[in-house]
């Protein structure tokens, strides 16, 4: 089992800027890929930014330029840096950790919420 703790998440202003941080552990489990996720009220949860073992980034139109994904990989730590905050971008976000395995683990999700 590999358990997935968010932090980070809190009330913003538009513009504001705010960091995640994702921590996956777990023993025996090699982890490929490791992403955010967010799922707005009335919303279909969404890929915001994602990170291979290997450093290869991929992100959602809504969010280039404006957050970066980064990992350390020894202690299996994401990190979600958004600036330039906006309204839409309010939403519970989720970390997901995949594994070799193709089994993805979810951490309980944290609230970020920014203000006009």
């Known amino acids: 089992q590999v358990q997935v703790v968010e932090s980070g998440g809190g009330l913003v202003q538009t513009g504001g800027s705010l960091r995640l941080s994702c921590a996956a552990s777990?023993?025996?489990?090699?982890?490929?890929?490791m992403g955010w996720y967010r799922q707005a009220p009335g919303k279909q949860r969404e890929l915001v930014a994602g990170?291979?073992?290997?450093?290869?980034?991929n992100y959602a139109d809504s969010v280039k330029g404006r957050f970066t994904i980064s990992r350390d990989n020894a202690k299996n730590t994401v990190y979600l840096d958004m600036n330039s905050l906006r309204p839409e971008d309010t939403a519970v976000y989720y970390c997901?950790?995949?594994?070799?395995?193709?089994?993805?683990?979810w951490g309980q999700g944290t609230q970020v919420t920014v203000s006009s």
């Open positions: 777990g023993r025996g489990f090699s982890i490929i890929y």
């Open positions: 997901g950790a995949r594994t070799v395995q193709l089994t993805t683990y």
């Open positions: 990170i291979t073992s290997g450093g290869s980034t």
